[in-house]
């Protein structure tokens, strides 16, 4: 397989000695990536395709800063609302700007900012009209055909284990144990067995988009994860399908998503589908949500998206109203259990479930088993009302399942929903009043619970701005549909007080720090009580010139949990104190090569145990030449943590349109080697080699994903056609 491998390359490399290179800049837009991560904190399973795409139609088609409004500024997750609301009364004081250079005098858009969003805004004089001939849409638009694949090297334990009860090993070229796809007595024997993967061991994605400006845009995915079947046994195809038709400025319709989409109404209290950041980051006025009302679905997450139709309808130059629809099978744990007393002996059971399933894998017969187990359908609406200054919306929504959910009773989760129904409603607000913006939600659940936020953003001077949130969620608040700004997974049972400062006393410097102070009035997962808790940040950036950026972060955490100890009867809490360090650089060496290195260490202690640390130490080398048909991409880390708790997690550069987050923890090294090579004008193929090597284990992971070893690597390999 190395040689094969390396053969890959090799060949890859020598065709792309005669190509060239689109003129479409990744770099510029997975560096603003990279930094709206860092609102994710360690959550490595948030999908970041939307983001992607956004940004890169943004690219093609960018902001007209004279013809836009707030809400299509913040969906670029780079600017805060004190930068935009600055924009809007800059505008409305003097007029349409003349030219992006008159931004420099706009408090808060500092030489950083605007160079963080050029990519993505112009100055125009005129509107662009929003109706075009078909013609010329289809002269216009742009159409992409993306196609991956994913190995990982060293075979799991579900792969080597599907030996058949008849004693023989069934292998493919790779090495993993398979049985013959025609012999159904062999596939029948492995779907009774539970412990093994009963596909192959590639992950396969393939994609088609359409698009013309921010107008139109069709197009379809499909995807099967490792271990999944592909075209045989339970999967006749793709194990997931997307597909989508959206269009924008229809008259009044201001926007009609027929197929896969996402709907984001308010701070997501109500209702909130698709990518939401954890707020808490460097970015410490980033903690207002900036809903999209509605978008395309382009991702692979086969749970989190609806399926049906909506549209976003002009009723007069003010009010919008917006009505939404899914229905689709989603992913559960399911039993099934008797209704009651059968008098008539009919031996009726009605279908339960005990916890959704998020993770998408369908790869042994169990899984297979949880795969689009029950129905769920959502119906809503939103209504907005909007001033130059202000805006008011209400929100209603209503989810249904064709099944009860019953969750396993314990003390934590007792106020959580259970049942076939639920209905939120709630009304969102935004004020804008010279250099203060006030926003907030309220929402409430067919029970009664309630749950509310509302915040400030203030520019107290041209160099000093700050963010107050409050929250209040109730421990009853039924919410399967939102998020919001909070310290917990799910917006209910806390309350707390955010309060973030954001100093730039000059161009070359910057100072962000923030508090939080959190309480949790019930019990929580792993924490038998109420408790409370608290969590700080401080961050220095320092650009001494356009070509170097280096910043410092301290950020620490202070939380309750149960004692690790054996104790009898309730487990009492104890502190639970982490904090990290961080030193990052980032220096362009020259037009073609970047440098970035990373310090962090971790420092994690749960009561009385004993302390646990955690460090990295990684360099980056880009080469990324402007006239080049190659560029190249490679990571050296070296990581050594005590403990899983004393992890430490970093941001990868992976193929285009894929994004990773992992975990760094144990004792090894890690490294990386991505290749991109254009052999044909605007046909970009990609190769990635990465491993992980790791000095104090015999085995990596457990269950079906156990290796056997201390190596664990992966072979990626895409192919992207713009035409």
């Not at 006025?285 to 692979?300: D, E, G, I, M, Q």
Request: hydrophobic share 40%; aromatic share 12%.
């Amino acid at each position: 397989m190395k040689r094969l491998a390396a053969s890959a390359i090799g060949a890859a490399l020598i065709l792309g000695a005669r190509a060239q290179v689109d003129g479409v800049p990744r770099d510029v837009i997975e560096q603003r990536i990279e930094a709206a991560v860092e609102q994710l904190g360690g959550d490595n399973d948030v999908d970041l395709t939307n983001l992607f795409e956004l940004l890169a139609d943004r690219y093609t088609d960018p902001i007209d800063l004279n013809h836009t409004t707030a809400q299509e500024l913040n969906a670029l997750l780079l600017l805060n609302d004190v930068q935009v609301s600055a924009l809007m009364q800059h505008i409305k004081r003097n007029g349409k700007l003349l030219s992006l250079y008159e931004l420099q005098a706009i408090n808060g858009w500092d030489a950083a900012t605007i160079q963080l969003v050029r990519p993505f805004i112009t100055v125009r004089e005129n509107q662009m009209g929003a109706r075009a001939s078909l013609k010329e849409i289809l002269k216009q638009g742009s159409h992409e055909w993306t196609t991956r694949s994913t190995m990982n090297i060293e075979s799991r334990r579900g792969f080597l284990d599907r030996r058949n009860s008849f004693g023989k090993d069934y292998a493919d070229p790779s090495g993993n144990a398979l049985p013959d796809a025609d012999d159904h007595e062999v596939r029948d024997s492995l779907r009774a067995n539970s412990k093994v993967y009963l596909g192959s061991p590639y992950r396969l994605y393939t994609r088609y988009r359409f698009r013309y400006r921010q107008n139109i845009s069709i197009g379809f995915t499909a995807e099967k994860d490792e271990g999944e079947e592909f075209f045989q046994g339970s999967q006749r195809s793709f194990d997931f399908i997307s597909a989508h038709l959206f269009v924008r400025d229809l008259g009044r319709l201001k926007s009609v998503a027929i197929g896969d989409y996402s709907a984001q109404f308010g701070q997501g209290l109500t209702f909130w589908n698709g990518l939401a950041f954890a707020a808490k980051s460097s970015f410490t006025l980033n903690v207002k949500r900036n809903a999209v009302v509605l978008a395309p679905y382009t991702s692979v997450n086969e749970n989190l998206f609806m399926r049906g139709a909506a549209a976003t309808f002009a009723v007069t130059r003010k009010l919008e109203l917006t009505g939404f629809f899914s229905t689709k099978r989603i992913d559960a744990n399911v039993s099934a259990q008797p209704t009651g007393t059968d008098t008539l002996d009919t031996n009726i059971q009605e279908v339960i479930f005990s916890s959704f399933q998020e993770d998408g894998f369908h790869r042994t017969a169990n899984e297979l088993l949880k795969k689009e187990s029950i129905g769920e359908r959502i119906m809503g609406g939103h209504l907005r009302w909007k001033e130059r200054s202000w805006s008011i919306g209400a929100t209603a929504a209503r989810i249904e399942y064709d099944a009860v959910l019953a969750r396993s009773a314990q003390p934590y989760n007792q106020f959580e929903f259970q049942g076939r129904s639920n209905t939120t409603m709630g009304v969102d607000w935004n004020v804008l009043w010279r250099n203060i913006t006030w926003f907030g939600e309220a929402a409430r659940s067919a029970n009664g619970g309630v749950a509310m936020n509302s915040g400030l953003l203030a520019a107290l001077d041209q160099r000093v701005s700050m963010s107050l949130l409050w929250r209040d969620y109730g421990r009853d608040f039924h919410g399967l549909q939102s998020v919001g700004f909070a310290e917990g997974t799910n917006p209910w049972n806390e309350r707390g007080l955010y309060t973030g400062i954001e100093l730039r006393p000059n161009r070359q410097w910057q100072i962000n720090a923030y508090f939080d102070q959190f309480r949790f009035p019930w019990l929580r997962y792993l924490t038998d009580g109420p408790s409370s808790g608290f969590d700080w940040m401080a961050q220095v950036n320092w650009r001494p010139s356009r070509k170097v950026e280096l910043y410092a972060r301290v950020r620490h955490q202070d939380r309750a949990r149960n004692t690790s100890a054996d104790v009898r009867g309730i487990d009492p809490l104890v502190r639970m104190e982490q904090t990290n360090y961080r030193v990052n650089v980032s220096a362009k060496v020259s037009n073609s090569i970047t440098l970035r290195t990373r310090v962090e260490t971790v420092d994690f202690q749960r009561g009385s145990a004993p302390l646990q640390h955690g460090f990295l130490l990684y360099q980056d080398l880009v080469h990324r030449p402007l006239k080049s048909p190659v560029e190249l991409t490679a990571r050296f880390a070296l990581f050594e943590s005590d403990s899983y708790d004393a992890r430490l997690y970093a941001f990868e550069n992976d193929l285009i349109g894929v994004f990773a987050i992992p975990a760094y923890y144990g004792r090894g090294i890690r490294w990386y080697g991505m290749a991109r090579i254009t052999p044909l004008r605007r046909v970009d193929v990609w190769v990635r080699y990465g491993a992980w090597i790791y000095r104090d284990q015999t085995s990596i992971s457990s269950g079906l994903q156990e290796i056997n070893g201390n190596v664990r690597s992966d072979l990626k390999v895409q192919v992207r056609w713009l035409f």
